[in-house]
């Protein structure tokens, strides 16, 4: 998989920490930035006045013809500094098929201070 750099609309919906990959909201839509850098993935998101906000970090574990596997990272790498950093735990796949790429997460924060999992069903719109 090359690298890249795309805006994805996302599908997210909140879970629980026990079982993460099971919706217990409703989706709500959001865009987010996602960009591959060597074996570096970021997915940020990107509010509506187009500024930068929080930003997940996952490193590349598992390759396979059109599909790639991210590990997410609980501490940002010891060359980076980024005030947008989130700290969460979990797994992200990038399709990079024929089509659009798609991306699907499942991880858990605890940035409300109690525990919460989420799901990211995402989807490329551009660059």
């Known amino acids: 998989m090359q690298d890249f750099s795309i805006l994805m609309l996302n599908r997210l919906q909140f879970s629980t920490c026990c079982a993460p990959d099971q919706p217990t909201s409703a989706p709500r839509e959001e865009r987010l930035r996602v960009t591959l850098r060597s074996n570096l993935l970021t997915i940020a998101a990107v509010p509506t006045d187009n500024r930068t906000g929080n930003t997940l970090y ?9 599909v790639a596997i991210f590990v997410i990272l609980p501490e940002l790498p010891g060359t980076i500094t980024d005030p947008n950093f989130f700290k ?37 719109i551009g660059t």
Do not use: H, N, Q, Y
């Open 88 to 124: 969460a735990t979990g797994s992200v796949v990038v399709f990079d098929g024929p089509g659009p790429r798609r991306l699907k997460a499942v991880g858990t924060d605890t940035l409300m201070k109690e525990c919460r999992g989420w799901i990211f069903d995402a989807i490329e």
């Open 58 to 66: 996952a490193r590349r574990t598992i390759v396979l013809d059109g």
